[in-house]
């Protein structure tokens, strides 16, 4: 039974992990964090450092709040736990602590932890390498209207994918701002934020007189909760580094 220490535990993304792992049957919760108090079959406290040295762990999973990490990887390298980091949104600074505590613990970050997404991206790094610059990209990403951050986390790995392929890129966020011809070398991504939408993107290659489009649509949180799983499972054992889904998707 591999334990896990689930951050943000009643948030959306928690409470889905929860009920992930009680299906798996492989996995327990031997602890929640979580700010925000509420009844749980496991035991929460309000951060990593309240929780007692005897509640043993074999990883962590983190699904809270991007603020919540540097605090989250100190507590991570004091107990040797590895950590999958669900969370997204961070800043610089936040990114350079998980860089470093990759160094001395397994740290597994993907801003989306679905089989599908990551299968997109690997498409989008194909489809940009074969249709070249002569196709202009534009991202089109729709998430609930509770999401925090924008552009969504994923928007930016597939982004990233694309320009990894190619020599100059820029990206544009707020078209409104500019008033100029659009050039070849941009990303357009465009975030739309309503009801209840668990996650959609759209990567649009349009070149002339033609159109490519190739979507994703995530129909529950399920499928993240799954995938955070997968990761924490797959992670106890693998030596100090930075992992990510890929990496996971390799030896399935
Ligand atoms: N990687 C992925 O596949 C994926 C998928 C969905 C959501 N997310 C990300 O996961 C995060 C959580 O999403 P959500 O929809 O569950 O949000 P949510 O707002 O429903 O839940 C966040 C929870 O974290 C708690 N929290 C806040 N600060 C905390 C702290 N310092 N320590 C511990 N807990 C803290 C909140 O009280 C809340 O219960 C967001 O960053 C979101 O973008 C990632």
Redesign the pocket.
């Known amino acids: 039974m591999t334990k896990i220490i689930l ?8 409470r889905a992990v929860t009920a992930a792992a009680i299906e798996r049957g492989d996995i327990a919760i031997a602890a929640g ?4 108090g509420g009844a749980a079959e496991f035991s929460l406290y309000a ?1 990593p450092e309240a929780i007692p040295a005897e509640c043993a762990a074999d990883a962590i999973i983190d ?6 990490l540097p ?2 990887l100190a507590f991570a390298i004091a107990r040797n736990l590895p950590i999958v980091v ?4 961070h800043d610089e600074q936040e990114l350079a602590a998980m860089h470093a505590a990759a160094k001395k613990i397994p740290v597994f970050y ?5 089989l599908g997404i990551n299968l997109l991206i690997d498409l989008c790094r194909r489809a940009s390498l074969a249709l070249g610059t002569g196709f202009d990209v534009e991202i089109i990403e729709r998430h609930h209207n ?4 924008a552009p ?2 994923t928007a930016l790995m597939l982004a990233d994918a694309i320009a990894e392929t190619r020599e100059e890129t820029e990206y544009v966020y707020d078209r409104h701002t500019v008033r100029r011809q659009r050039d070849p070398s941009e990303i357009g991504i465009h975030a739309v934020r309503g009801g209840t939408i668990v ?1 959609e993107h759209e990567v649009m290659f349009a070149g002339r007189d033609e159109v490519i489009t190739l979507s994703h649509s995530a129909a529950s ?1 399920e499928v ?1 909760a799954t ?2 799983l997968a990761a924490a499972h797959w992670l106890p054992g693998k030596p100090a580094g930075l992992y990510a889904m890929q990496d996971l998707i390799k030896e399935l």
């Open positions: 951050s943000g535990a009643f948030g959306r993304m928690g964090i979580d700010p925000v951060g699904f809270s709040h991007h603020t919540a605090e989250l669900a969370t997204t949104g993907s801003r989306n932890m679905s509770r999401k925090l951050d969504s986390g996650g949180r993240f995938g955070a």
